[in-house]
């Protein structure tokens, strides 16, 4: 059964930096395109970064220049570097992926989540 598993959430103060990582589990292709989504309590779920399969990146204004979406095709992991941040900043985040077969079709899957809390 395939599945995105991530790691790497936790608490970490004001400024400082945390990874998060986007792993496959299970047998696929290749990753086709990917983004990272955070959801605060009460609020919705906001996409704040996407990588294409060319590599392609964009971002949402409010983590541009703070975060760094990345991807490693060997590993089929997608990363999200994240440096400044701030305690708005604090939410659960998920990976979404459009992960393709080998039989050549493709699906869109989910995360299970990880919190990141920032501390001021």
């Known amino acids: 059964q395939v599945q995105l598993v991530e790691s790497g959430g936790g608490l970490v103060q004001a400024g400082g930096s945390l990874r998060l990582s986007c792993a496959v589990s299970g047998s696929i292709f290749n990753i086709d395109g990917a983004g990272w989504y955070r959801q605060a309590p009460g609020k919705q779920r906001d996409i704040i970064a996407g990588i294409a399969s060319s590599g392609s990146t964009s971002y949402a204004d409010s983590v541009k220049g703070r975060f760094t979406i990345s991807r490693d095709n060997a590993k089929k992991t997608v990363y999200l570097q994240m440096n400044s941040l701030k305690p708005e900043d604090s939410a659960v985040y998920y990976c979404?992926?459009?992960?393709?077969?080998?039989?050549?079709?493709?699906?869109?899957?989910w995360g299970q989540g990880t919190q990141v809390t920032v501390s001021s």
């Open positions: 979404n992926a459009n992960l393709r077969a080998r039989d050549g079709s493709t699906n869109n899957y």
